[in-house]
């Protein structure tokens, strides 16, 4: 019985440490301190999705052919931090020439991945690529 209690505690111990991407529509109504981004970078984001990856991951974000989801409950709990996110897009897309769309753009295309996995949109920009390796 002990051992049970035990796990339970890690378990609510681990998911309440998890990055903002698991708070559901809900809970991300509340501002968050660690993070921000505006809809004006969401927007910005959705056009460069649509021109830059859409192709790959789907129109729909999960939808994709040639790539993995990149919303719903699978992507939130393997992307639990932005920084590693960021990194991995700047590294790794779009696969014929990795890091071409500049920071701008991957701060851009951060904040849509992030307003469409349910986190809500503030008033003010996600910080810069230097400034996200603060909050993660």
Aim: proline share 10%; aromatic share 8%; glycine share 10%.
């Amino acid at each position: 019985m002990g051992s049970r209690l035990y796990s339970t505690v890690v378990v609510l111990t681990i998911g309440a440490g998890v990055f903002h991407f698991t708070q559901s529509p809900i809970d991300a109504q509340a501002p968050s301190p660690a993070l921000g981004f505006t809809a004006a970078q969401a927007e910005r984001g959705a056009d460069a999705y649509a021109e830059h990856c859409a192709s790959c991951h789907g129109p729909n974000l999960d939808d994709g052919a040639f790539a993995p989801a990149i919303s719903g409950v699978d992507f939130r709990q393997r992307w639990t931090s932005p920084l590693p996110l960021f990194t991995a897009m700047n590294e790794k897309m779009p696969p014929a020439s990795p890091g071409s769309l500049g920071e701008k753009t991957y701060v851009d295309l951060l904040a849509f991945i992030l307003s469409e996995n349910g986190i809500r949109p503030g008033e003010r920009d996600l910080p810069d690529p230097d400034a996200l390796g603060a909050i993660a």
